[in-house]
């Protein structure tokens, strides 16, 4: 019996999430999770600005990597980013409550291309993220057979 697909997405992210230091550092939460899709969501601290008072450019850079790695693993094999970019349309800054939506565009074989959109607590996008992702035959979670 094939597991159902919104279950196992919220199976595979409980195991990323079990070992990511990061994502609990960084003080990341994972607000939503489908097949293929995350919404991930931080609050920028102070500790997370650059000399010009804004927050820095690799914090937004990892909050969108954060959620492309867990809507793209959630189809029970290890995913992994291969080429990532990112533009910023406007500065985040202390206090504001950023969110990446993460979610596939297109996805076939091994490589997947999925967008993420950081916004912050008005709406207003801070950061426009691609991401290409490699699937691996690795299982992410025990017991799980490799499908596509």
Request: hydrophobic share 40%; charged share 20%; net charge neutral.
């Amino acid at each position: 019996m094939t597991e159902d697909p919104q279950a196992l997405a919220e199976r595979c992210v409980r195991t990323m999430l079990a070992g990511d230091r990061f994502t609990a550092w960084m003080g990341m939460e994972v607000l939503e999770i489908a097949p293929r899709r995350s919404v991930v969501a931080m609050t920028v601290t102070a500790e997370m600005v650059n000399g010009f008072g804004v927050c820095h450019g690799g914090v937004t850079f990892s909050l969108a990597d954060s959620a492309l790695a867990f809507a793209s693993n959630t189809h029970g094999r290890v995913t992994v980013s291969i080429e990532n970019g990112i533009r910023y349309p406007r500065p985040a800054r202390v206090g504001d409550r950023l969110t990446a939506t993460a979610e596939a565009e297109q996805v076939g074989g091994r490589i997947g291309f999925y967008r993420v959109t950081v916004t912050n607590q008005a709406g207003e996008p801070v950061g426009f993220f691609r991401g290409t992702v490699y699937s691996t035959e690795r299982s992410l979670v025990d017991g799980q057979r490799s499908e596509g």
